[in-house]
């Protein structure tokens, strides 16, 4: 795999696969996730956004190659990372960026912040903050497309800390017994905040892990956008036709730190720059150009709108409203009024 | 109204709703072959199939999260905790998960699902299978808490929280199956949630509890009717959220409180009731309202000792001994 | 294996490690068992024990030839089904019996009944109720050991329903990680309460999921003692020696229901006929006769001594007192005081 | 005394319990090598080695168990919850396990350890990373629940707690780690669990609180010093077992009482204290006890909703008037 994500472009039987229209929208993708973060980065900086906020650049090849393969009636889950999955299903930009700055016109009303970005109608579920947790959800989706014959599949995301946790196992179990719908997409970055893959896994191939459940498992370039997309696009079709579900291993790499607030000291300069020559980017950058998919003209075109975009997001964000202190009790219960004055402290905070 | 155990009053609700709504199903560790480890969910595989009455392996927390899940996406997951005590493992689903993905998404998701199953001591199972786990459910806020003490009751009470669009948790005494009671045979008799029950009317004293603290209380109450102490006895039913109205208005009358549960003193509902009252009701306290709850110690399995940890008709006749100051 | 379970005796190599002595020393503690649980199985049906109560009876093979590779400086831990190890390691008849019968002179002082049988001073850890739950703690005593370099080994059963359990697989990846002295014993009797194996797990070779783990996985025939022996001391050399941990698969059977409650009708009197063929009692009596290392007779003697130490066990336990009304506090902190009387309900309770 | 901030203070405990006892290690997610998510742990992995400073996978049910087992046959393990959010996972060792082993034994085990690391709300970490968890804890007999509000009594406490045979809840908050106060010198300083602090003399009103509260309450009592209100604080510190004493001294003194605490009402620490205070103290108080907690919904991220839901000195003031009839 090191020597494939090295690689200069795209797997090119995947890049034919995929063609030149859908490869050309991928990059525009991935340049909207890349551009909307690095905005995000500096709204953060400058005191804009606070609490916890996790860049998924570097890794914006897997959410958008998987979800390439995907249809719209689909599901889609993940984990605290969630800005790329969200940005490239549902979520707007001015949506994304409202729920960071907390504001009411956010996608969550500024309830969840950037770990629970949601777009129910576009089937993003989240957006979720407990490591491993999600993914029994997930498997409930999947249990609800099996009980309603609805044909639609879930593909869920969950970085390789996440495979230390029991939920993951237990749901495997359950996907594989019960001939569940969905693609377990297992992002390994190699690192869990602080903690490399070695110091945390027993073994270092972790898609064998499907073996223990009788679950197909592939691994996969997740810098390769193309390769993420037919590797995925199989297990979908596997999961649509024959209700099985499928392991991938997505290998990847975070540029940044875990968090806003982690300085990463925990890896080297030298790794970080070489993993940064298989920029998912710049693979379909390359790809594009050498093949004469794409003028170097054109990719600068989608980046300005890029840039637009986060911009424009930015400024919608800014000059949005804070939620209504009203509404403190909604949204609890289905019933705002099942929030009893009595069941909380003083009546005066509400005043 | 048919005589009913609590088992077959349960099963009643659980076989209309299914029959009413086909997105609701019963997901559970042996709820379909083996017809219910306490036969609650009897008959009701053969009648509904194997996708709707779902056996699952050993493993509470994801089963847990099978039923979020579907509920987020629309069915109506009736999720069955073989016991309580083994819901701890599923905690994080239902306090981080059920109980918040509303809010967190800014109101996109209704999680409308029922975690149901036994809660309390049986008899002699020791300390992790004798749990009374009411109060951690109550403290947490997006989830509901129901806990009948009678079959009619438990029927109406559980057609309402399976029609609930919030996750409710169904609290069913262990060994209160087998009890039988009068079942309304109304063509489809539910019972709204947040409302509490006057199950005995009386004007020297209030005792409030619910599940099995109710038969403790009436028998406390009908000991005590010979020596002339007229007690009421109210019915919580639904723990979470609280009808303090109902309360208000019998605390207003008698001025005297006992409240009666199985579950540890610390926190507990004795507690939250205790604390309320003395707010809404100061002035009209002529003693400080006594709880009866379990001994503060994690249950033994001896049958002496669990005798004398558990709360029983003596120690509400006691406490309202006390409140009344005949002690 | 299905084969070689319905062998009737039992392996020759794995017999002719074993020797005669060992053997016969084996045959006799499993009577032991048999003979105590079906004395204890008489005593519930006449009332005198209460609450859950799971036999061993049928899996005897596996507890009497896994401890038999121990020593004593050696850890043990299982579920609730701990009639037979308790038996084996540090328990007496007498204190099991009157633990199941709620007395003062029982093992755990009445506090625990028959799921909670400890003999802490010879190693065995109970005694466990809640499935799956103490592999996490066996891993614990493993990490003791390794912390204090101390060269003793544990030794955790569990029945293969727990194997659905995420702290199943936390636990082995941790053992892999951190190469912790554990052996971790499956016990697969193919039920877990009324769920046959097939209904509960998406694989059937369960012993193969130590290869997610990196971890040496073994199935033995455990009905099969000399086997079960051999398979275990293997396992336990290598904790020792090479602090590397081990998955066996222990193919066994439990001829009662799950609990005195269970009708078990979830599966057929063939069946269970079929498996009564392999009794390891059987196997090792057949064994023992044809290799002259015993006599029927005194097979018999043997079978007459373990139905008189039950008998004796409830003779005990049953004009043993129950444990005082005074002590209600104790054993919850170190210090009875610790349990306050303002942290009780009413005081008369104690009157 | 050394001005050091919380996380320094706690550091120097981990650190002189390590040195005195080489039973004690410490085990978390990022502890040894990130020298731990909020830097409490810095420094000791260098200091001890990887053995007694082990980093885990994220795994909070399964290395909560090691330290149970670890315990079980004589080592003394810290498990640092990175935070308390997630321990909500590692509940069934907690409850199941840690707090009934020595009972279910009829005392063959001791199980001395200490879960410890952040509690309660940061800034904008919206619903799942936000909770105030000692209620559920408080619930449970066979575990102590400690709680500091000052480095200094952080440095005494944990040692404490460290020493303590039963297993010991030590929660930390999560936004008072640079908070920087006096820190002891003694040799070996450590504080009795089970004990009150009264952190200021006052004869009108008694408000009892913990943790982060307690600084709501000094600011209270400071600002209505100036109206002539003498209000006494009272800090928990242990607030199980809670030291009754100290509490029923204060309140027989001020006949009113505010209790302060960041967790959600239903069943908190305030209905605790409010039940016993006036079982306790019943002639003897002259308003309702008034508890001032988080308001009783999931903490949203927004900050303006945030700091709403938050219990803050404003409220306090608030609680303190409507004891003394002042408002
Ligand atoms: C149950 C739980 N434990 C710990 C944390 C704290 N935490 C947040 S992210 C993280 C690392 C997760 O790493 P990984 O799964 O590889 O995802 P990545 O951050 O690399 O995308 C940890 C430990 C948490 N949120 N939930
Ligand atoms: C966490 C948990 N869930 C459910 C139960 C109820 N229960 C007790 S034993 C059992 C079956 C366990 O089967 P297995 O692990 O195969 O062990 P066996 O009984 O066959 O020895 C179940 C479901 C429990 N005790 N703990
Ligand atoms: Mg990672
Ligand atoms: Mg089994």
């Keep these: 795999m090191a020597e494939q994500a090295r690689a200069y472009v795209c797997d090119s039987d995947a890049t034919d696969e995929l063609g030149r229209d859908r490869l050309r929208d991928f990059l525009q993708q991935m340049l909207l996730i890349r551009r909307f973060e690095e905005r995000a980065a500096r709204e953060y900086a400058a005191g804009r956004i606070s609490g916890f906020c996790h860049l998924y650049i570097g890794q914006e090849g897997v959410a958008v190659g998987a979800l390439g393969a995907t249809e719209a009636r689909d599901h889609v889950i993940t984990a605290y990372r969630d800005h790329g999955h969200a940005l490239i299903r549902g979520c707007t930009p001015r949506g994304v960026m409202a729920e960071l700055m907390g504001k009411a016109t956010g996608s969550s009303r500024g309830r969840g912040g950037s770990m629970h970005l949601f777009a129910a109608e576009a089937g993003f579920h989240g957006g979720h903050g407990i490591v491993g947790a999600h993914i029994p959800i997930a498997a409930g989706f999947g249990f609800a497309s099996k009980y309603r014959k609805s044909g639609d599949v879930t593909l869920c995301f969950f970085g390789e800390g996440a495979i230390n946790q029991g939920a993951f196992y237990e749901s495997l179990n359950l996907a594989s017994l019960w001939g569940l719908p969905v693609v377990f997409i297992c992002e390994n970055n190699y690192y869990a905040m602080g903690t490399p893959l070695q ?144 069941e909380a402290t003083f009546p005066h905070r509400r005043d | 109204m048919a005589e009913l155990s609590f088992r077959e009053a349960l099963n009643q609700a659980l076989d209309e709703e299914m029959a009413r709504d086909e997105r609701v199903f019963l997901m559970g560790e042996e709820v379909g072959y083996y017809d219910g480890a306490y036969k609650v969910s009897q008959g009701l595989l053969a009648k509904y199939g194997a996708l709707r009455v779902v056996d699952t392996p050993i493993t509470e927390l994801s089963f847990a999260g099978v039923g979020v899940g579907a509920a987020m996406v629309g069915l109506r997951p009736v999720i069955e905790m073989m016991t309580f005590n083994f819901a701890i493992l599923a905690l994080d689903q239902i306090f981080n998960h059920a109980a918040k993905m509303r809010l967190m998404s800014g109101g996109q998701y209704s999680v409308p699902m029922v975690f149901r199953g036994p809660n309390g001591a049986a008899h002699m199972l020791s300390a992790q299978h004798s749990q009374a786990t009411e109060n951690w459910f109550c403290n947490v806020p997006g989830l509901k808490v129901v806990m009948p003490s009678i079959p009619n009751d438990g029927k109406g009470l559980l057609k309402a929280a399976i029609r609930d669009e919030d996750p409710v948790i169904f609290l069913e005494s262990e060994i209160m199956y087998n009890m039988k009671g009068p079942v309304s045979d109304a063509e489809d008799y539910v019972i709204p949630l947040g409302q509490c029950d006057v199950k005995r009317q009386g004007k020297d004293v209030t005792v409030i509890s619910y599940s099995k603290g109710i038969h403790h209380a009436l028998g406390a109450a009908e000991a005590l009717a010979g020596e002339g102490v007229s007690v009421e006895v109210i019915d919580l039913m639904t723990l979470r959220p609280l009808d303090m109205e109902t309360i208000r208005r019998s605390v207003k009358k008698t001025g005297r409180v006992v409240t009666v549960e199985e579950s540890w003193p610390y926190g ?58 005949r002690s």
Tied chains: 1, 3.
């Design chain 1, 199 to 342: 110091r945390a896994s027993a073994i270092s191939d972790l898609f064998t892990k499907a073996d223990a459940f009788g679950m197909r498992g592939d691994v996969v370039n997740g810098m390769d956008v193309a390769a993420m997309w037919r590797t995925t696009g199989e297990a979908v079709q596997r999961a649509r036709a024959e209700m099985r579900p499928t392991l991938i291993e997505a290998r990847c790499y975070r540029f940044r730190g875990h968090s806003m607030s982690d300085p990463a000291k925990y890896r080297t300069k030298e790794e970080v720059d070489e993993r940064r020559a298989s920029d998912p980017i710049q693979l379909a950058t390359n790809t594009l150009t050498e093949r004469d998919w794409a003028t170097q003209d054109e990719i600068d075109a989608w980046d300005e709108d890029a840039k637009a975009k986060a911009a424009d997001s930015s400024e919608f964000a800014q000059e949005s409203p804070e939620p209504s202190l009203d509404d403190v009790g909604n949204y609890v219960y289905a019933d705002p009024m099942q929030w009893r004055p009595d």
């Design chain 2, 268 to 325: 507990g509902i004795g507690a939250e009731l205790a604390y309320r009252i003395q707010m809404d009701c100061f002035d009209w306290l002529d003693a400080p309202v006594t709880r009866v709850t379990q001994l503060d110690v994690p249950m033994p399995y001896a049958e002496n000792l669990e005798a004398l940890v558990l709360p029983n008709v003596r120690d509400v006749v006691a406490a309202i001994n006390a409140v009344t100051y």
